[in-house]
């Protein structure tokens, strides 16, 4: 019988959360508005679950993190916090996408397409064809005066489909309802950990884990942020 314990982070929006697998089942989850205390109210939660789920943290199996796109700083401490873990109690470490989050908890049989926050003129775009053999877009970042194009062009027939679902936020809706006014929409604030969970099992279970020192965010835009000039002696 399958027992082993899969930890599961997500830090890529303002909604964090960590959630726990045990054997192919959801032993908890927790989400949380974190403010400017990321790192801590990650910690706090882990233990918390932890507790309530009878186990401590060298207990846990594998651990999987939510590589993004998303915030700049929650990516890093999330994924910095897997690292650190995985490395130091030398266990599995999974690597998923924002993207393959969201999907995760969608209904199957269905094409996808996921939007996600990017900046204030602009989303994390990917599409999901619901027939298993076909791939899914490559991650962009599209502008909102760009998004037709974009449409046409990536989801070809499936847009004028009632067989596709839009995952997003509410901006998300606003920008794409009217583009796809046949498809049907789930609205999300930020990926759900549960989603990261299920993502990251499946993973686990396939044996696709990642070396800690070789696992990276999944930046689709430069962070927002200058590096300082050299100095001149």
């Given at each position: 019988?399958?027992?082993?314990?899969?930890?599961?982070?997500?830090?890529?929006?303002?909604?964090?959360?960590?959630?726990?697998?045990?054997?192919?089942?959801?032993?908890?989850?927790?989400?949380?508005?974190?403010?400017?205390?990321?790192?801590?109210?990650?910690?706090?939660?882990?233990?918390?679950?932890?507790?309530?789920?009878?186990?401590?943290?060298?207990?846990?199996?594998?651990?999987?993190?939510?590589?993004?796109?998303?915030?700049?700083?929650?990516?890093?401490?999330?994924?910095?916090?897997?690292?650190?873990?995985?490395?130091?109690?030398?266990?599995?470490?999974?690597?998923?996408?924002?993207?393959?989050?969201?999907?995760?908890?969608?209904p199957a049989g269905i094409s996808l397409l996921v939007a996600l926050p990017?900046?204030?003129?602009?989303?994390?775009?990917?599409?999901?064809?619901?027939?298993?053999?076909?791939?899914?877009?490559?991650?962009?970042?599209?502008?909102?005066?760009?998004?037709?194009?974009?449409?046409?062009?990536?989801?070809?027939?499936?847009?004028?489909?009632?067989?596709?679902?839009?995952?997003?936020?509410?901006?998300?809706?606003?920008?794409?309802?009217?583009?796809?006014?046949?498809?049907?929409?789930?609205?999300?604030?930020?990926?759900?950990?549960?989603?990261?969970?299920?993502?990251?099992?499946?993973?686990?279970?396939?044996?696709?884990?990642?070396?800690?020192?070789?696992?990276?965010?999944?930046?689709?835009?430069?962070?927002?942020?200058?590096?300082?000039?050299?100095?001149?002696?």
């Amino acid at each position: 019988m399958e027992t082993r314990t899969l930890l599961a982070l997500e830090s890529t929006g303002p909604i964090s959360g960590v959630a726990l697998i045990q054997g192919g089942a959801l032993l908890g989850a927790i989400r949380l508005q974190h403010g400017l205390n990321l790192s801590g109210s990650l910690l706090h939660a882990t233990s918390w679950l932890l507790q309530r789920s009878q186990l401590t943290l060298p207990q846990v199996d594998a651990f999987a993190v939510d590589l993004g796109p998303g915030s700049f700083t929650g990516l890093k401490i999330g994924v910095m916090l897997a690292k650190t873990w995985a490395h130091v109690l030398e266990k599995p470490l999974v690597g998923v996408s924002a993207f393959e989050a969201c999907a995760a908890l969608a209904p199957a049989g269905i094409s996808l397409l996921v939007a996600l926050p990017a900046r204030r003129d602009a989303l994390y775009l990917q599409f999901m064809p619901k027939v298993a053999q076909a791939e899914s877009s490559p991650p962009a970042m599209v502008r909102q005066a760009h998004l037709s194009d974009w449409i046409e062009h990536t989801l070809g027939e499936a847009r004028i489909t009632h067989q596709l679902l839009v995952i997003g936020t509410a901006q998300a809706h606003e920008w794409l309802q009217p583009l796809l006014p046949d498809a049907l929409f789930q609205r999300i604030e930020t990926p759900d950990p549960v989603g990261v969970a299920w993502a990251g099992w499946q993973r686990f279970q396939a044996g696709e884990m990642v070396h800690p020192f070789s696992l990276t965010p999944l930046y689709i835009q430069p962070p927002s942020i200058t590096p300082p000039k050299p100095s001149r002696g």
